[in-house]
């Protein structure tokens, strides 16, 4: 398969490369007994909501809303780093057949059709009965990332119901469609990133681009803009607000992450001062990261500012996410929960006996797949998933990791330096 790379081959594991190819991703959904994540924090993983689309049980570290993700095995999640609890839920969920209602269940909660009725719903709130509305959608990309495809989906649907609807994006490849529209200069995305490392201030710059997209807005005139992700660089997030401000756009803000109520993070972890005030951050040198001031107590008043007189309807794909939203400056903001939604014609259970015979897995033995960008950063955890294998190596499991960069981390180590942590 052209798409699939197998970077290493460790005792009873499989590493292999980024897989583009979502065909071949739901290949690998189903080929494994068991899907396991052990990401440091994750806001909802669509790989989880992936996984159980094709029948497969996941298991993992219970860290933000990953857990709400399960739909059958909520109880089977353990603590952050606990290997010897994680191997013991591994082999609970071994133990058990794979069964459709795991992926019948997904496609009736985790659909994108599913997601679209949920935000059509909202929509029709804001703009009242007997009304077709011009919905803009905007975010950081389109098609290519996990909330690229949540809005390109939504603007398919919408147009495919007979809505008018726009999608602008500010990074990412040039998608050529009617009604979709890149407003974000590459070269000034670079240059912003500069200035937010040098000034310790982010989503302040990229004027040009900012001024693209409000022309755009102008000419297409909506009655309600669906916002999702704005840091990355590519937009002043003031001036796009004092514009919808100003023209009384309705809004709705879906928060895949934890930037807009925060001084910078999208992922605050178990620090909580968004509660009251941020300030002397903690995490100052990760994304979107300062090289030398620290600006998150200005940046957290200004986006309290900002929000304190916008009427907008928060959307968060988790619980857990939703709740953080409410301990902050948001708590009297109106917030709901719409789980992201994936497309089932895709991910749903396939034959993947092929896969099986191509990486040499023997028939009877089990399969625990994890998958994430990047696996084997800090963040997504992948060393804790080659420990667990590791400890199982007696027994008949291969665990098979997708999201491997070659070369980004000394793989045969990698076990052994999570142990001494």
């Known amino acids: 398969m052209d798409d699939m790379k197998v ?6 594991s499989i590493l292999i490369g980024k897989i583009k190819d979502q065909t071949l991703l739901a290949e690998f959904y189903s080929l494994a007994d068991a899907f396991v994540i052990c990401s440091e924090r994750e806001n909802f993983p669509t790989t989880c909501v ?3 689309c094709c029948g497969t049980p996941i298991t993992g570290f219970d860290t933000g809303g990953t857990r709400e993700t399960a739909l059958f095995s909520h109880e089977k999640f353990c603590q952050y780093g606990d290997i010897k609890s994680l191997r013991d839920q591994i082999k609970v969920l071994l133990a058990q057949d794979k069964t459709e209602e795991i992926s019948s269940r997904a496609e009736q909660v985790y659909s994108k059709e599913a997601m679209y009725r949920r935000y059509e719903e909202l929509y ?6 007997g009304k077709q509305l011009k919905i803009l959608l ?11 495809k949540i809005v390109y989906d939504l603007f398919t649907n919408l147009r495919e119901n007979g809505q008018r609807a726009a999608l602008c994006y500010g990074r990412g490849p040039l998608v050529e469609e009617k009604g979709i529209y890149k407003f974000g200069l590459d070269w000034e995305t670079y240059f912003h990133a500069g200035l937010a490392r040098i000034t310790g201030f982010n989503g302040c710059f990229s004027l040009l681009s900012t001024l693209r997209l409000l022309r755009f807005l102008d000419q297409f005139k909506p009655d309600v803009v669906h916002i999702h992700e704005l840091h990355a660089y590519f937009v002043n997030i003031g001036m796009l607000v004092r514009y919808l401000k100003k023209r009384k756009i309705k809004i709705v803000w879906t928060f895949h992450c934890e930037y807009m109520y925060t001084g910078k993070c999208g992922y605050a972890n178990e620090c909580r001062k968004y509660e009251k005030e941020c300030g002397r951050c903690p995490e100052l040198h990760e994304y979107p990261k300062s090289l030398l001031f620290d600006q998150t107590k200005h940046m957290f008043r200004m986006k309290r500012r900002m929000f304190s007189d916008l009427e907008v309807v928060i959307a968060c794909p988790s619980q857990w996410l939703a709740d953080r939203a409410g301990r902050s400056f948001l708590k009297d903001k109106k917030i709901v929960v719409v789980h992201n939604g994936v497309d089932t014609e895709i991910f749903r259970p396939v034959d993947s006996g092929g896969l099986r015979h191509e990486l040499g897995i023997p028939e009877d033995n089990k399969v625990v797949l994890s998958v994430a960008p990047d696996i084997m950063s800090e963040r997504k955890g992948g060393r804790w998933v080659l420990q667990a294998a590791e400890g199982m190596r007696e027994e008949k499991i291969t665990f098979v990791l997708v999201g491997v960069e070659a070369g980004s981390i000394d793989l045969t180590a990698a076990a052994g330096h999570m142990h001494r942590r």
């Open 7 to 12: 970077i290493s081959r460790q005792n009873n």
């Open 50 to 52: 992936e996984a159980q």
């Open 124 to 129: 029709a709130r804001m703009g009242g009965t």
């Open 138 to 148: 905007l975010d950081v990309n389109c098609k290519y990332s996990s909330t690229g």
